[in-house]
């Protein structure tokens, strides 16, 4: 045998796995389609958002967070339905985690190293009602290093292992196949990839160099989602959330090509909530592109105004950060606008510069570095918007400025095919916006949010700009924004028990085999259910992933 147990994957899931199993003495072969460049996967590009619940950071911020209350909007969230069957584990994941996020997390992640920012980020409002989607209370904890600060403890530990002699790095290494014997997983075979010196996210070649063959006791799928390969999202794009995109941009690297969910499948392992996919509608082209078709999501405040691609306002509870897919299920169900990829954020540069965030590592230099001083000058008493925000203001191509409302639907409708905005319409939606401002009540329900969200300490000091007239010159210019439908997240996956063990068609364990991450939609084939609370993918991962090195572990012990 090669090792103890092979990992297919070197993300966030295949390194925490890969700690929990050499820590208890296990050889473990580590195998990924990239090169040593991209150790972490999609972790190492991510934003760093931790969910924790009832946390000390929430606590100084005056937030009351309880388990009872994350369950409920868990639950609320996810709208389990499919509880004898595709969801009958996942159910029994989430509420493990959520008592996790609730407990043993915070000290564990600090027991890694990782440290969070003083700030809690109020991410995915929800639906406006209480027993529905979405978070009651702020729960978005922002690691000191963001997701880069998230990955370096476990990949110092892999590196740790190699020189130990527990570890093996199989780089350009792409699985083809799980071998299976007398019902038992026993190993991978794959192809050896052209050596690629590539930088990290950029998509590399897929010339074939050689075969490989690698056998254990045990495998680990950790393969990550489907988010890069467009024609797979739009195959299972469910009719819940109307037609797919015929245009959309990619918020994960070329890598995220979810082939192992098939691999895994002709292996034995029941692949369950396929239609179920977190994607964004608040995606930009990026000016400086990593990999290809490369979107950056915008994390916006509540303040900005959403319009669809007719110029008319977005009815809610499509607001900015509340609701994602019920955002995504509006746009594409329409029947007015449904053929239209794109909608529209029009703001202020008072908006701009204190409500827009932009997810990723490389987006948030000052968190990435562990820089506090420009923490501090960037984002709480700086003027101006943060660096990332205004080279997007200044180079993306899809944000506009302008001094008048009229010269910006000009330069918006330049934007598009056919100019669809008419500015009549656009200016009459805002001015009635704008009267509302005129007492501290009122019945839009944008406005109140913005109110709310100004009781929250943390959204006061950082997120969330005083509130002010959109048309207010002082306030300008005036800035819009084309937002496009920006793929990430897969909900669904391998259906695993609470060891990580995957699960065949009849429900029994496939002797041998493992998922966590991603692929294993965090945990239990789908432990989002059918939307997620945000900052509970990283999480997934760790969760799941140890969860998979320590059964692994006792199996081959
Ligand atoms: C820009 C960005 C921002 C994000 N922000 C957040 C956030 O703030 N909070 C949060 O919770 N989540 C966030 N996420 C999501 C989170 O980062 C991912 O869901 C998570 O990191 C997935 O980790 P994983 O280990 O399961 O898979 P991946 O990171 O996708 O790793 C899978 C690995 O498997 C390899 N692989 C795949 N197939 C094969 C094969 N056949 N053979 C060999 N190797 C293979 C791939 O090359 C890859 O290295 C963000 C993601 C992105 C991209």
Redesign the pocket.
């Known amino acids: 045998m090669d090792a103890d147990v092979i990992i ?8 925490v796995t890969a700690h929990e199993l050499t820590g208890r003495g296990r050889r473990v072969a580590l ?4 090169n040593a460049a ?14 924790l619940v009832d946390s000390p950071e929430q606590r100084r911020l005056g937030v009351k967070d309880s388990f009872d209350l994350a369950w409920n909007d868990w639950r609320g969230s996810a709208g389990f339905d499919r509880l004898d069957d595709e969801d009958s584990w996942a159910v029994r994941w989430a509420r493990a985690y959520v008592e996790w996020a609730a407990g043993e997390k915070r000290s564990w992640l600090d027991g890694h190293g990782i440290k969070l920012l003083p700030t809690v980020n109020w991410a995915e409002r929800g639906a406006l009602r209480a027993g529905g989607h979405g978070n009651s209370v702020p729960r ?1 904890h ?1 690691a000191w290093g ?2 880069t600060g998230v990955v370096a403890p476990f990949a110092g530990y892999a590196k740790q292992a190699v020189r130990d002699g527990l570890l093996t790095f199989h780089h350009r ?4 196949e799980l071998i299976i014997e007398g019902g038992t997983a026993r190993g ?1 075979r ?1 192809t050896v990839l052209a050596e690629d010196t590539a930088p990290r996210g950029v998509a590399s070649n897929r010339d074939r160099a050689g075969d490989f063959e690698l056998t254990a006791q045990a495998v680990i799928v ?4 489907i ?1 890069a390969d467009h024609d797979t999202v739009r195959r299972h794009w469910p009719e819940r959330l109307g037609t797919p995109p015929a245009e959309m941009v990619t ?3 070329a ?6 969910l098939g ?1 895994s499948e002709a292996a034995g392992a029941r692949v369950v909530n396929r239609d179920r996919m977190w994607h964004y509608t608040e995606g930009v082209r990026n000016w400086d592109p990593v990999w290809p078709g490369h979107g ?2 915008i994390l916006s405040g509540p303040s900005p105004l959403w319009f669809d691609a007719l110029g008319r306002r977005l009815p809610d509870p499509c607001l900015p950060g509340h609701d994602s897919l019920g955002t995504l299920r509006h746009l594409r169900t329409d029947p007015a606008i449904k053929d239209h990829d794109h909608s529209w954020f029009i703001l202020t540069r008072k908006i701009v510069e204190k409500e827009f965030a932009l ?3 490389e987006q948030n230099p000052d968190i990435t570095a562990k820089d506090r001083r420009a923490f501090l000058k960037e984002r709480v008493i700086g003027k101006g918007a943060p660096g990332p925000v205004a080279a997007f203001l200044r180079r993306g191509a899809d944000f506009v400025t302008a001094p008048t409302l009229e010269q910006l639907v000009d330069r918006m409708n330049a934007l598009t095919d056919e100019p669809l905005l008419d500015a009549a319409l656009v200016r009459r939606q805002i001015e009635a916006r704008d009267l509302q401002l005129a007492n501290p009540f009122g019945k839009d329900a944008q406005v109140q949010d913005i109110r709310n969200a100004r009781r929250y300490l943390g959204d006061r000091l950082s997120r969330v700009a005083a509130p002010h007239r959109v048309l207010d010159p002082a306030a300008g210019p005036l800035i819009g924004v084309k937002l496009h439908i920006l793929t ?2 897969t909900l669904g996956g391998i259906q695993t028990d609470l060891d990580s063990r995957a699960l065949g068609a009849d429900g029994t364990p496939v002797e041998g085999l493992y998922a ?5 939609g ?1 945990g239990g084939g789908g432990v989002h259910g059918y939307n997620a609370l ?8 760790l969760f799941s ?1 140890r969860a998979a090195g320590r059964a692994a572990a006792r199996q081959t012990g």
């Open positions: 297919v994957g070197a993300g966030l899931a295949g390194l195998v990924d389609q990239e991209n150790l972490g996967g999609q972790a190492y590009w991510s934003f760093g958002g931790l969910f978005f922002i963001t997701g290494h792409r699985v083809d991978v794959g950790t393969s990550g989602g988010g918020g994960v690297p890598y995220v090509d979810g082939r192992m691999i950056i999501r997810s990723g590592s990430r997240k966590a991450g991603e692929v294993a965090f945000e900052g509970t993918f990283l999480g997934g991962c992933g």
